[in-house]
Structures are given as structure tokens and as C-alpha cells.
């Protein structure tokens, strides 16, 4: 089996409230939506970013958008303050889709 990274099956959107993050992936292709569903769990995302999720601050949960081929992910505590009390470099978060977009998703069935 190989394996491709998601970058290249679908594109993010982030927003950010206080300090949650949350990550919209959105399938290119239709087709692709069944295997990101399949793969991109919410604890694949907490694996992800376990050294920036603080342990106290709630579980990730995902969100399924058929009719639109997305998940959604809500991360709290991830952005350690938001925008208004963090000195973060990306205080809104917005690279957090990208690093969420070189997980490896596996090819064929």
C-alpha cells in the first residue's frame, strides 16, 4: 500500500475562538470524502498535535460535513491564550491547517 500526504486530497480552512482552534478539511474530489473519513479520526488529530494540545484543556472532536465533502476539528487550549493573550508567532493559528495537511492518508481500500 502507499500512502500520499492529505495535502494532496484536500485543502484546510482555520478558524479561531479564543484559545480553540478549529480545522476545516474539505475533499477536492467527492470520491476522496470516504477515505478521510475513514482515516482522519479525531484521535489521529490529537496524535498530531499532542505536543501543542495541553492535556486539561478537552478532547478534539470532529465534525462530518457531508454534503460539502468536509470534516471539521475543533482543538481547545491549542492556540495557549488566543490572539488577545498569547505572544505566539501564529497566534490565530492559521498554520495549523497546513501542518495538519502532512499527515499520510493510505491509497486504495
Same mark, same amino acid.
Given at each position: ?5 492529505? #495535502?494532496?486530497?484536500?485543502?484546510? #480552512? ?5 484559545? /480553540? ?15 478521510? @473519513?475513514?482515516?482522519? /479520526?479525531? *484521535? #489521529? %488529530?490529537? *496524535? ?9 484543556? =478537552? %478532547? %478534539?472532536?470532529?465534525? *462530518? @460535513?457531508? !454534503? ?6 475543533? @482543538?481547545?487550549?491549542? &492556540? !495557549? =491564550?488566543g490572539v488577545t493573550r498569547s505572544l505566539a508567532l501564529?497566534?490565530?493559528? !492559521?498554520? &495549523? ?8 492518508? %493510505?491509497?486504495?481500500?
Amino acid at each position: 500500500m502507499s500512502a500520499v500526504k492529505l #495535502r494532496e486530497l484536500a485543502h484546510s #480552512r482555520t478558524g479561531d475562538k479564543g484559545d /480553540t482552534s478549529n480545522i476545516s478539511v474539505i475533499a477536492f474530489r467527492p470520491q476522496d470524502y470516504p477515505r478521510l @473519513l475513514e482515516q482522519l /479520526t479525531a *484521535e #489521529r %488529530v490529537a *496524535e498530531h498535535f499532542r505536543e501543542w494540545l495541553s492535556p486539561d484543556a =478537552g %478532547v %478534539v472532536r470532529r465534525y *462530518e @460535513l457531508p !454534503k460539502v465533502n468536509a470534516l471539521n476539528f475543533v @482543538l481547545p487550549g491549542i &492556540l !495557549k =491564550g488566543g490572539v488577545t493573550r498569547s505572544l505566539a508567532l501564529d497566534a490565530h493559528g !492559521k498554520a &495549523l491547517g497546513a501542518a495538519l495537511l502532512d499527515i499520510e492518508i %493510505v491509497d486504495g481500500p
